[in-house]
């Protein structure tokens, strides 16, 4: 973490749809190289949240930066800086890996060259060169989560989003996938992730636990345990999410 | 009363891809029996054959006296199916939801609904919702009791805590010990290896293979290497360095904590990582060993070759 510089700024958020309260005065800071989970029960707000913060969703009150940019007068600004992963993966199971770098590389307005450039790069990295011309739906589920990844970093953003990212995959491709994460942070990338796995929140440098619209912690995962006296990161979202019911 | 579950020799494939690898189960009546592993461990495809939705290509499966080629329709009737994507009509109501349900089995809601009863109290405030605005976990909630609504004696549960949160998983797996309590045979799929610890057996399952099948407990004690757990100051560049450690079998990320499985004495590989980590600077060294937990056993179970 960079000199404490914060890269995400939340102030005050609230988001209503009509006499509901998905996001109930929400405050954060996120800093830049952190990874941060963002975590939360079902229904408790984190996806609102999550499109807000990426653009596409407009606060009902509050300010939002992200990147030096305010996000509720400039939602179109942000998204050349960010990179996003839901759990589908949006990935185009139609086209070629070629392809849906070519694809998501053209949006960010990268050159061809550019684009060529780092999806070499990526493959390399991920020793998937041979993959280069096949179909995404031939391609196993942990792989194509993997690529995902890199597709979604391809025009080097300042933050990536990670919306559950390792469901339903196995025990070592959810470690490798967790490694990437660990790179990119090295690199100076911010690192935005969901998750239910309850040891992935073990490995955020600084996670947040939303109950019913608010946040009800914040702080790195050694203090929450110590603060509610829980052995792992499971006890303390259970102890947290029960005790505001 | 109960049914047990028979299966023989299971082999399904679609075009070049092998789902099950001949497989050999006997279920015992009133289990709650586990099946865990990732997405293409071929759990769907086993759930999928004996709910008679898709036929086998070779092998044999009987639910109690049934065979579930010949006896389809006596095996619909006993059975309540939860799909992985959700099985609800998300424009219909939490009550017409289940009302539909009821009617398709030739029931009604009031008929069987001393064994819903627990459940539906959780969801009977949200009644005339639509099942589409309801949260993941309330969906899994109503999504049970509709399977559940024609009192089946064998309830096939497929992923129904996967994308739920850790409190919502944990209300469903109390809901299930109750019906169990009512005599129900519940065959339960699973990609979060804790909830393994929750059945009373299990299969780990990876690539059409049981790679094991025993009481929880018991794959815990066959774990048969010491687990020696490492924490210090920097975790992310432990992983580099203790990767391929002298002595190690594997090293792995583990919660808070660095995983090293090792076939050497304790003490001596303890005294190695620790005078390692000394000279590479680490700070806050904390070695200890650990009980295996079901991922752990699961990734020694992944290395080895099955066939």
Redesign the interface.
């Not at chain 1, 239910?196 to 040891?199: K, S």
């Given at each position: 973490m960079n000199q404490k510089e914060p890269i995400i700024e939340v102030t005050g958020l609230v988001k209503k749809f009509g006499h509901f309260i998905a996001n109930d005065h929400l405050t954060f800071k996120v800093y830049r190289g952190e990874i941060f989970g963002f975590l939360?029960?079902?229904?408790?707000g984190k996806t609102t949240a999550m499109k807000i913060l990426i653009g596409l969703s407009k606060p009902t009150s509050g300010k939002v930066v992200v990147a030096d940019i305010d996000v509720g007068k400039q939602p179109e600004r942000v998204k050349h800086r960010i990179g996003y992963m839901s759990?589908h993966f949006s990935l185009y199971d139609d086209m070629t890996v070629k392809e849906n770098f070519r694809f998501y590389g053209g949006i960010y307005g990268l050159s061809r060259k550019q684009i060529r450039e780092r999806m070499r790069f990526y493959l390399e990295k991920l020793g998937m060169e041979s993959f280069e011309d096949m179909l995404l739906k031939n391609i196993?589920?942990?792989w194509k989560q993997k690529l995902a990844f890199s597709v979604a970093n391809v025009h080097n953003p300042d933050i990536i989003f990670l919306d559950?990212p390792t469901?339903?995959?196995?025990?070592?491709?959810r470690?490798q996938f967790?490694?990437m994460i660990?790179e990119a942070s090295?690199n100076g990338t911010t690192v935005f992730v969901t998750t239910?796995?309850?040891?992935e929140a073990?490995?955020c440098q600084r996670v947040s636990i939303m109950s019913e619209g608010r946040i009800e912690a914040l702080d790195t995962?050694?203090a929450l345990k110590e603060k509610y006296k829980a052995k792992?990161?499971?006890e303390v979202?259970?102890k947290i999410?029960?005790n505001v019911e | 009363m109960s049914v047990s579950v028979n299966i023989q020799n299971l082999k399904k494939s679609y075009q070049k891809v092998k789902a099950l690898k001949e497989i050999s189960l006997d279920i015992l009546p009133n289990e709650i029996f586990g099946f865990i592993g990732p997405d293409g461990a071929g759990k769907t495809t086993l759930f999928r054959i004996l709910t008679t939705l898709i036929l086998a290509d070779k092998g044999s499966v009987r639910i109690g006296n049934y065979d579930v080629v010949k006896d389809y329709k006596k095996i619909r009737q006993i059975t309540g199916y939860m799909p992985g994507r959700v099985s609800l009509y998300m424009d219909l109501t939490v009550e017409e939801n289940l009302k539909f349900y009821a009617r398709i089995f030739n029931t009604s809601i009031e008929e069987n609904f001393d064994l819903i009863e627990d459940i539906y109290n959780q969801i009977a405030p949200f009644k005339n919702r639509r099942a589409g605005d309801l949260s993941g976990g309330m969906k899994q909630k109503l999504a049970l009791s509709c399977a559940l609504i024609h009192k089946p004696e064998l309830l096939v549960l497929d992923e129904p805590t996967t994308g739920v949160d850790a409190v919502s998983r944990k209300e469903f797996w109390e809901l299930l010990k109750k019906m169990q309590k009512k005599g129900i045979t519940i065959l339960v799929s699973t990609p979060y290896m804790d909830e393994a610890a929750l059945c009373d057996r299990v299969a780990l399952m990876q690539s059409g293979n049981l790679m094991t099948v025993d009481k929880p407990e018991q794959i815990v004690n066959n774990f048969s290497e010491t687990l020696i757990s490492v924490k210090t100051n920097n975790m992310y560049r432990l992983l580099g360095d203790m990767t391929g450690f002298e002595g190690s079998e594997r090293v792995y990320r583990f919660g808070d904590a660095l995983h090293l499985a090792t076939r050497m004495k304790t003490k001596q590989i303890k005294e190695n990582v620790h005078r390692f980590l000394s000279e590479k600077g680490y700070q806050e060294i904390e070695i200890s060993v650990t009980e295996p937990v079901i991922e752990d056993c699961f990734l020694a179970l992944m290395e080895k070759p099955t066939g």
């Open positions: 939360g029960a079902n229904g408790a759990q196993p589920l942990g559950e469901g339903g995959v196995d025990p070592i491709t470690r967790w490694e660990y090295d239910h796995y309850m040891d073990e490995y995962p050694k792992n990161m499971n979202f259970i999410a029960r | -």
